[in-house]
């Protein structure tokens, strides 16, 4: 088993170039890069991109980080055949290389786990609304699934072969997908938490998650999933209302 790293980009700047040449140093050459309907001002990335010997597949509009993960995992499938891991990464430099290649280290290791990335939200440098929005999700999930996952939002992830095809079944096409494919996972795969660099630039400047619209959608789907009935509904619809008066501050 090999691994290929997939990044979901949507309007990127030289965050990604940097991470896709220090990765193409490192001597990772499986790299699929999605294009998500950023527009022709983007296009000289994704070009440079295509230099630096990544496979990028494009959407012609705005679909969502999670049909962008979907997509990319497809091209990669039909790029470098089946039997493959998969590694989830962003494009907007929150995942530092080295701790790419950690996740795709472990992978190999534990070819039957599900691998997560999961960073310390105890720092002076994390926005609020993502340590906040995390402590609450990975309660939920406790709740859920009676596993224990302090960073449930993270988007680095080592997918074994035989997750691949749930994650390509996966409901959600935006922020949705990841809570949506981790509750789903954790019913036949075991997880195993890497500790990674927590990065956050400027407050999290250039990141497209939008508080309100997206926290809704990270919440409402899970609840039912996990079974968490009213109470965790209404917790849900709390943290919602938390999120909208501090997004107004």
């Known amino acids: 088993m090999y ?4 990044i ?6 030289e965050r990604l170039i940097s991470l896709l040449e220090t990765l193409e140093r490192s001597g990772f050459t499986r790299i699929v890069v999605t294009d998500d309907g950023s527009g022709p001002l983007y296009t000289p990335v994704f070009i440079r991109a295509g230099e630096l010997g990544c496979v990028v597949v494009r959407h012609e509009h705005n679909l969502g980080k999670g049909a962008a993960i979907k997509t990319g995992i497809e091209k990669a499938l039909r790029e ?4 493959i891991g998969i590694i989830t990464a962003d494009a907007d430099g929150q995942h530092l290389p080295q701790d790419i290649i950690r996740i795709s280290d472990a992978l190999t290791s534990y070819r039957d786990h599900l691998i997560l990335g999961v960073r310390d939200f105890s ?3 994390v926005p609020f609304r993502c340590a906040f929005g995390n402590r609450i999700t990975s309660t939920l999930f406790k709740f859920g699934t009676g596993i224990a996952c302090s960073d449930t939002q993270t988007g680095l992830r080592g997918i074994p072969p035989r997750l691949v095809p749930l994650a390509l ?9 990841e ?3 981790l ?9 195993v938490m890497i500790p990674i660099e ?4 400027k407050g999290n400047a250039g990141s497209h998650f939008r508080p309100v619209r997206d926290s809704l959608l990270i919440y409402s789907d899970p609840l039912i999933r996990l079974g968490t009935g009213m109470a965790a509904a209404g917790l849900g619809a709390f943290v919602v209302s938390l999120l909208r008066s501090r997004s107004r501050d």
């Open 169 to 177: 079944s996966t409901e959600g096409d935006r922020y949705e997908y």
């Open 3 to 6: 691994n290929v790293i997939v």
């Open 80 to 83: 470098f055949g089946p039997g």
């Open 123 to 125: 720092g002076e440098n």
């Open 183 to 191: 509750v789903e996972a954790v019913k036949t795969a075991p997880l």
């Open 198 to 201: 927590t990065v956050y630039e």
């Open 179 to 181: 809570m949506n494919f």
């Open 8 to 13: 979901p980009a949507y309007e990127p700047d």
